[in-house]
T-cell receptor
């Protein structure tokens, strides 16, 4: 059975800190790894990674994938209170007609003043 | 402007009732999905439709029946609601497979509470 495991489950940091969120996976027919941010409502898309070693970056957020060791990390530098959210990792697999995503249970990040 | 919309946002109902949730996307995507997110925030795929055809059907009780009248709409009907059906239900859509994009775009969710 496909498995996506995120760690830590929750994290409390002070504004300005740097955090690293982890995602490991065991999935057949792996195609991609995606990160989402979920505040109060819908998950919003952050990154999609398909190749090992290539960093994706957007502002203070960056992510990298290691397909040999089957994991990804999401880094957030200079955290702000607006970064408080649940961060979800998902793995996409090839099904032929749809992008089937298997999600991890998420890391709940709380950034305090 | 809303990309993926769902109605209603909140649904409170008694056990045994039948209810429907509607979803519409204006992104021109071919594929739509229903997810269930439980109280522990675990998001799990239920169904997927590609251009009105059912293509993913996870282990979901047959009380749940999706219907896609056209590729921009995917509705979810639930019969004989049970307490365990209480959750947030998210609709999502994605571009056509083969374009190298797996990202899915989510609606705002429908919080279903069964009493």
């Amino acid at each position: 059975e496909d498995k996506v495991v995120q760690s830590p489950l929750s994290l409390v940091v002070h504004e300005g800190d740097t955090v690293t969120l982890n995602c490991s996976y065991e999935v057949t027919n792996f195609r991609s790894l995606l990160w989402y941010k979920q505040e109060k409502k819908a998950p919003t898309f952050l990154f999609m990674l398909t190749s090992s070693g290539i960093e994706k970056k957007s502002g203070r957020l960056s992510s990298i994938l290691d397909k040999k060791e089957l994991f990804s990390i999401l880094n957030i530098t200079a955290t702000q209170t607006g970064d408080s959210a649940v961060y979800l990792c998902a793995v996409g697999k090839n099904t032929g007609t749809a992008s089937k995503l298997t999600f991890g249970t998420g890391t709940r990040l709380q950034v305090t003043l | 402007d809303t990309a993926v919309s769902q109605t209603p946002k909140y649904l409170v109902t008694q056990m045994g009732n039948d209810k429907s949730i509607k979803c519409e996307q204006n992104l021109g995507h071919d594929t739509m999905y229903w997810y269930k997110q439980d109280s522990k925030k675990f998001l799990k795929i239920m169904f997927s439709y590609n251009n009105k055809e059912l293509i993913i059907n996870e282990t979901v009780p047959n009380r749940f029946s999706p219907k896609s009248p056209d590729k921009a709409h995917l509705n979810l009907h639930i019969n004989s609601l049970e307490l365990g059906d209480s959750a947030v239900y998210f609709c999502a859509s994605s571009p056509k497979q083969g374009q190298g994009r797996d990202e899915q775009f989510f609606g705002p969710g429908t919080r279903l509470t069964v009493l």
